[in-house]
């Protein structure tokens, strides 16, 4: 598993607010820690490049931090990405993997930063939504049926096939032959 949430720290943002929200997250960071040893799981932990907050990041058996790893990596070894409002998930939906959306404060991001698209269309954010860390690991197959990635994709990514080096090709060609005339 991959947990990539996005980066937080703004200068609207209110201290108490964000240490308590930080508090709460370490928490549940431990129970789940817990939780996975449980269960045999592995999760990969990969802050914002830009939140400095996570740098002192707790050991923790079953979940390990990645500050310096390309995010485009851990995609490609991870089974499931759960994140927040990150666009990383729109990258992720190339892969056709499922996508888990951990948004705790949903009305006070986007009252503080503010979305690109909608959290309850089913295409926008193509996965089911908690609100704890833990509920990761009580969704059950039957609650990703209701998404359709292949849509999701398909809004979101013009071309996504094996061909780009095709398309380049061809356009670079087509350049080309408008400089001779």
Same mark, same amino acid.
């Given at each position: 598993? !991959?947990?990539?949430?996005?980066?937080?720290?703004?200068?609207?943002?209110?201290?108490? #607010?964000?240490? @308590?929200?930080?508090?709460?997250?370490?928490?549940?960071?431990?129970?789940?820690?817990?939780?996975?040893?449980? @269960?045999?799981?592995?999760?990969? +932990?990969? /802050?914002?490049? !830009? =939140?400095?907050?996570?740098?002192?990041?707790?050991?923790?058996?079953?979940? *390990?931090?990645?500050?310096?790893?390309? /995010?485009? !990596?851990?995609?490609?070894? =991870?089974?499931?990405?759960?994140?927040? #409002?990150?666009?990383?998930?729109?990258? #992720?939906?190339? !892969?056709?993997? /499922?996508?888990?959306?951990?948004?705790?404060?949903?009305? #006070?991001?986007?009252? %503080?930063?503010?979305?690109?698209?909608? /959290?309850?269309?089913? %295409?926008?954010?193509?996965?089911?939504?908690?609100?704890?860390?833990?509920? %990761?690991?009580?969704?059950?197959? &039957?609650? +990703?049926? =209701?998404?359709?990635?292949? *849509?999701?994709?398909?809004?979101?990514?013009?071309?996504?096939?094996?061909?780009?080096? &095709?398309?380049?090709?061809?356009?670079?060609?087509?350049?080309?032959?408008?400089?001779?005339?």
């Amino acid at each position: 598993m !991959l947990f990539a949430p996005t980066h937080r720290e703004s200068k609207l943002a209110r201290t108490d #607010y964000d240490e @308590r929200m930080m508090t709460s997250f370490l928490e549940q960071i431990a129970v789940l820690d817990k939780k996975l040893q449980e @269960r045999r799981f592995f999760l990969i +932990f990969k /802050p914002h490049y !830009l =939140s400095r907050k996570f740098r002192n990041f707790p050991r923790f058996s079953n979940i *390990k931090v990645s500050h310096d790893t390309d /995010p485009r !990596l851990l995609m490609l070894v =991870s089974d499931i990405l759960v994140t927040d #409002y990150s666009s990383i998930y729109v990258d #992720y939906l190339l !892969l056709q993997r /499922p996508i888990v959306f951990y948004q705790p404060d949903l009305e #006070y991001y986007q009252h %503080i930063r503010g979305l690109v698209v909608d /959290p309850k269309n089913p %295409i926008h954010m193509p996965g089911p939504k908690i609100s704890k860390l833990s509920q %990761i690991l009580e969704l059950k197959e &039957e609650d +990703f049926k =209701s998404f359709d990635l292949e *849509k999701s994709r398909a809004f979101f990514h013009k071309y996504w096939d094996d061909r780009a080096s &095709e398309r380049l090709a061809s356009f670079l060609q087509k350049l080309l032959s408008q400089d001779d005339l």
